[in-house]
C-alpha cells in the first residue's frame, strides 16, 4: 500500500483521543510493519518547560508522541494514556506524527516576543527514529531554530542523524549547537531485549564518532544504568572505553528510575526475560520510583574512577553521576546541563 494512496476522508477507526490534537489520518505501509503513524495538524510546536524543573532550557520541541525504539523503560510512556492509547505496546507502535510542526515552529520563532532562548529537541520521543526516515521534521525544525537565531541541543538514539550533520555543522557556525547520544547497554544480546527497535550499540558508537568528525561535540547519556544488568564495573568499564574511543567529549550516568505505568510495562518484561531479579527489583523500588541513596552512592563510585580513567571528564561541568531525575517526561536532562 502507497503512503500517498491513503485517503484523508476514509473512517480509519482512529481513537477519539487523537481528535483532540488535530487528527488528519493514520496510515499503515508494508515498509513499518506492525506500526501505524497517526497524522495531525499541531497548534503549537513550542513547549514550555515548568519553571520549577530548575533546567538550563524553558523549551522544548517534539515533532513525534510515541517511539518504535520501544525501549522497556522508557519514561515518556505514560503520556501516552492522555491520546486514549496504552503506554505499552501502543507506544511502540502508535506513532503520532506533528506533520506540520516546522511551518509552525518558524511562524513561533518569528514573533518580537520570542527570545531565542535554548531549545531542546529529544526531550520526550526520540527525534530519529525510524519514522524520522519518512517524515523528514527534523531538518524542517533545524533550518527554522537556526534561521531565527536560536540555539538548541537533540538527544538521540537514532543514527539518522547522520543524515543531518552538514546541516547542523551549518547551523553551529550560526548558534550553539549541543548534541548528546544515548548510549547505555553495551551488550549486544541484551540491547535486543532492552531497546528492541533502536539502533545497536555499535552503529551508535559510529554515530559518536560520525559526530566528532564533523566538528561537533559529542555527550554522551549512559543512561539508564539497569541494575544487576548494566551496572556491573566490568559492563560499565568495557562501555564506557568504547564511548571514549569513539571521541565522546563527555558523559553523564544515572541509573533506572521507574515512574508511573512504565513501572509495570519494564517489570512485565523483567518477569518474562529476567525472572530472577524480579524480587531484587521489588526491593529496589520498594519505596517508589528512584532508586535508594546506598545504590546511587555506590552507583557513583563505581563510575567515577572509570570516567577519569577514560578521560570523559575533562573539566567539571562535562561528567555527571545523577541523584534523580526532574519529575516530569518533558524535563529529561540535556546534554547542555553538563
Known amino acids: 500500500m502507497r503512503w500517498d494512496g491513503q ?61 518504535s525504539h520501544a525501549c522497556r523503560y ?23 506524527v506533528k506533520t506540520n510542526v516546522a511551518e509552525v515552529l518558524r511562524r513561533e520563532l518569528s514573533r518580537k516576543s520570542w527570545q531565542r532562548e535554548t531549545v531542546a529537541l529529544g526531550t520526550n520521543t526520540d527525534p530519529y527514529q525510524r519514522a524520522e526516515g519518512r517524515y523528514a521534521l527534523m531538518p524542517g525544525i ?9 540555539p538548541f541541543s537533540i ?5 539518522l542523524l547522520r543524515r543531518d550533520l552538514p546541516l547542523l555543522s551549518e547551523a553551529a557556525r550560526a548558534v550553539d549547537v549541543s548534541v548528546a547520544v544515548s548510549l ?32 561537533l561535540d559529542c555527550h554522551v547519556m549512559v543512561a539508564p544504568v539497569l541494575p544487576y544488568l548494566t551496572d556491573s564495573v566490568e559492563h560499565l568499564d568495557a562501555l564506557l572505553a568504547q564511548i571514549a574511543a569513539a571521541g565522546a567529549t563527555g558523559v553523564t550516568v544515572f541509573g533506572l528510575h521507574l515512574r508511573g505505568s512504565t ?3 519494564f517489570m512485565s518484561w523483567l518477569a518474562r526475560d529476567h525472572p530472577e531479579l524480579v524480587p531484587k527489583y521489588r526491593e529496589l523500588y520498594r519505596r517508589g520510583a528512584y532508586l535508594p541513596p546506598d545504590y546511587r552512592n555506590a552507583l557513583r563510585d ?13 573539566d567539571r561541568r562535562s561528567f555527571r553521576v545523577t541523584d534523580s531525575l526532574p519529575t516530569t517526561p518533558a524535563e529529561l536532562p540535556q546534554p547542555t546541563l553538563f
Open 263 to 265: 513501572r509495570g510495562w
Open 142 to 150: 533545524i533550518s527554522a531554530l537556526t534561521d531565527s537565531g536560536t
Open 184 to 215: 547505555a547497554v553495551g551488550d549486544p544480546e541484551l540491547h535486543k531485549q532492552v531497546e528492541p527497535g533502536t539502533p545497536a550499540p555499535q552503529a551508535r558508537l559510529g554515530l559518536i564518532t560520525a559526530i566528532r568528525d564533523a566538528g
Open 74 to 96: 522508557c519514561f515518556a510512556r505514560p503520556t501516552h494514556e492522555y491520546l486514549d492509547l496504552d503506554c505499552g505496546s501502543d507506544f511502540d507502535t502508535q506513532v503520532v
Open 302 to 314: 563505581r563510575v567515577t574512577p572509570l570516567v577519569t580513567k577514560y578521560g570523559l571528564a575533562p
Open 155 to 159: 538527544l538521540t538514539k537514532g543514527t
Open 7 to 67: 485517503g484523508v476522508g476514509v473512517d480509519d477507526g482512529a481513537l477519539p483521543g487523537l481528535q483532540r490534537i488535530g487528527f488528519v489520518r493514520s496510515v499503515r505501509t508494508p515498509q513499518f510493519d506492525g506500526i501505524t503513524f497517526h497524522e495531525v495538524l499541531c497548534k503549537s510546536a513550542l513547549n514550555k518547560v515548568p519553571t520549577a524543573s530548575a533546567l538550563p532550557f524553558n523549551f522544548t520541541v517534539n515533532g513525534y508522541r510515541g517511539c
